[in-house]
């Protein structure tokens, strides 16, 4: 069961954790005023946020691994209509993305992450993985996934930590590069904050199209059954 419920949560997790601008975010706030200490803050909310978020779900539909069951016709529907809102997004981003010699503006919140108090990036981190409605329907499809496995008691909180912690290997890992690497690593991340700035929309596109037609269709599969 165990095996089974981290294989169907795995592209989900991947998803999150290639999603362009937090990797952006915990790069730029590392190389800040108070870098170490607000990468180490993000991190913890970002991990937080993941955590509370797939427990919730897993709480919600502790029965959908019953396939008769209303919670897993919830479930269903609910997966329906996530992969269909991923695919919009997927195109809809397609469409607003940067033509040629255009620059593609950064959120809002990235304008004041150089100098981000504690509680701020302890905040952006929570808000950004376990608030972000991108992340929340990945995280509540990969949780669901993880239920409908059949997975319980030690099973159940394995699996999700592990999804909780691929999902916040990009994270983890520029923060690791960073207490760990010195001059070498912040050139490295500089170069990876550079590329995902550049590709970022291509980058998002692919990931909300594909998890969104996948997710879709697991949904469509289940209603079939």
């Given amino acids: 069961m165990l095996g089974q419920a981290m294989g169907a949560m795995l592209p989900a997790a991947l998803a999150v954790a290639l999603s362009p601008f937090p990797l952006i975010g915990i790069i730029v706030i590392l190389s800040g005023e108070h870098g170490r200490r607000n990468g180490l803050l993000f991190a ?35 997966r329906v209509a996530a992969g269909g809102t991923l695919v919009v997004l997927g195109a809809r981003t397609w469409w607003r993305r940067p033509r040629a010699g255009e620059q593609a503006e950064p959120p809002r919140w990235m304008a004041s992450l150089d100098g981000a108090t504690a509680g701020r990036a302890l905040l952006l981190g929570v808000l950004l993985s376990g608030a972000n409605p ?18 319980h008691d030690v099973d159940l909180v394995a699996a999700v930590a592990v999804y909780v912690l691929i999902a916040s290997c990009t994270v983890l890992g520029s923060v690791g590069l960073h207490l760990a690497g010195g001059r070498r690593a912040a050139s490295f991340l500089d170069g990876t904050r550079e590329f995902m700035v550049t590709n970022s ?15 879709l269709g697991d949904g469509l599969s289940g209603l079939g059954r």
């Fill in 44 to 78: 913890v909310g970002w991990v937080t946020g993941l955590a509370v978020a797939a427990t919730l779900v897993t709480v919600l539909f502790g029965g959908a691994d019953d396939p008769d069951s209303t919670s897993s016709a919830i479930a269903d529907w609910g």
């Fill in 201 to 215: 929309t291509v980058i998002t596109v692919i990931v909300l199209l594909l998890l969104g037609a996948g997710v």
């Fill in 134 to 151: 991108k992340n929340l329907v990945l995280t509540a499809s990969a949780a669901t996934s993880i239920v409908e496995a059949g997975a």
